[in-house]
């Protein structure tokens, strides 16, 4: 555990700081950015996948995903992107401490790896940073405590659906990761494939 939590740390000080960068710019920078991960994601399911139909289905749901996060970033609100990009990355943390640390019970046979604590875990940080970043981070005023509760429960839940929905796929091309572009956490859709599920419902939503 030690040693993969060095590699991901490694490579998280590496593509943390181009993420950001990137994300700030805005613009054609982050329309560059994008782009790079659709490639990058559609190349891995495109591995990924054996049946043609999921692969045309899975790059159209890809160019969506990606299609709704740069709405969101540009036209929607920054902070609110931060707000659900941060969720999502303490969910994932969250998972993978709790897991590695508590063990336990294990949650579906499609993600072995996949326990009650980590679940517990993803909830409990997604929970724990995105009511610091609305309080310490934001400037946008809390007036129903009730709702941001729940929004951050809901978007950690779908983050987590996404991990599992990936999970499934990978299991049954008998990979244990969509690529090994990233030490220690393997493909790039292993890393924000709870962003690419969020993202397009978080969207969807906004506009109805």
């Not at 160019?63 to 709405?71: C, K, L, N, R, V």
Request: charged content about 20%; proline content about 2%; hydrophobic content about 50%.
């Amino acid at each position: 555990m030690i040693e993969e939590f060095k590699k991901r740390l490694l490579s998280s000080l590496i593509i943390i700081p181009i993420a950001i960068f990137f994300t700030f710019q805005g613009s054609v920078f982050f329309m560059f950015f994008l782009g790079i991960l659709f490639l990058a994601t559609s190349y891995e399911w495109l591995k990924m996948s054996k049946n043609n139909k999921l692969k045309f289905l899975g790059i159209i749901f890809l160019m969506f995903s990606f299609y709704a996060t740069f709405e969101i970033r540009e036209y929607n609100s920054f902070e609110y992107f931060l707000f659900i990009v941060t969720v999502c990355i303490f969910t994932d943390i969250g998972g993978y401490l709790f897991g590695k640390t508590f063990k336990g019970p294990k949650l579906v046979k499609i993600s072995p790896n996949k326990t009650y604590a980590g679940v517990f875990g993803s909830f409990f940080l997604a929970l724990t940073a995105g009511l610091i970043y609305l309080n310490y981070f934001s400037k946008t005023e809390i007036d129903d405590t009730d709702f941001i509760f729940l929004l951050i429960l809901f978007i950690s839940f779908i983050s987590q659906i996404g991990d599992l929905i990936i999970s499934y796929f990978k299991r049954k091309a008998k990979l244990k990761d969509t690529g090994k572009i990233l030490p220690g956490h393997g493909g790039l859709l292993d890393r924000i494939d709870g962003l690419v599920f969020v993202m397009p419902i978080i969207y969807l939503l906004s506009k109805i």
